[in-house]
Nanobody
Framework: VQLQASGGGLVQAGDSLRLSCAASGRTFSGYAMGWFRQAPEKEREFVAAIRLRSGTYYADSVKGRFTISRDNAKNTVYLQMNSLKPEDTAVYYC??????????????????WGQGTQVTVSS
């Protein structure tokens, strides 16, 4: 599986962005998908995930502002980000979990990673 993230950019606080992650491969619909982010000099952290049977998951810091969704017909997962804050500034990565056995918020649960897209929120 290859993942291609896009949609990042420079926005002002309070603005919205929608990130997209296009996946190759026929088994996309069976994978859990996640978004992570990494700010400079910080660890990569969980943002959101979507699993077929158990629904969606969010980090507390983005709950109520971000929405993850997927379109299996287009092999694409989205991250709608509203009410953006300067602390949301980071490189955002999409990831695919083939095994579906690990904790959804754990980076090690994911088997495939995209290249990342930069999101910068100015105050």
């Amino acid at each position: 599986v290859q993942l291609q993230a896009s949609g990042g950019g420079l926005v002002q606080a309070g603005d919205s962005l929608r990130l997209s992650c296009a996946a190759s491969g026929r088994t996309f619909s069976g994978y859990a998908m996640g978004w992570f982010r990494q700010a400079p000099e910080k660890e990569r952290e969980f943002v959101a995930a979507i699993r077929l049977r158990s629904g969606t998951y969010y980090a507390d810091s983005v709950k109520g502002r971000f929405t993850i969704s997927r379109d299996n017909a287009k092999n694409t997962v989205y991250l709608q980000m509203n009410s953006l804050k300067p602390e949301d500034t980071a490189v955002y990565y999409c990831a695919a979990d083939r095994r579906l056995t690990g904790p959804v918020r754990d980076r090690d649960s994911y088997d495939y990673w995209g290249q990342g897209t930069q999101v910068t929120v100015s105050s």
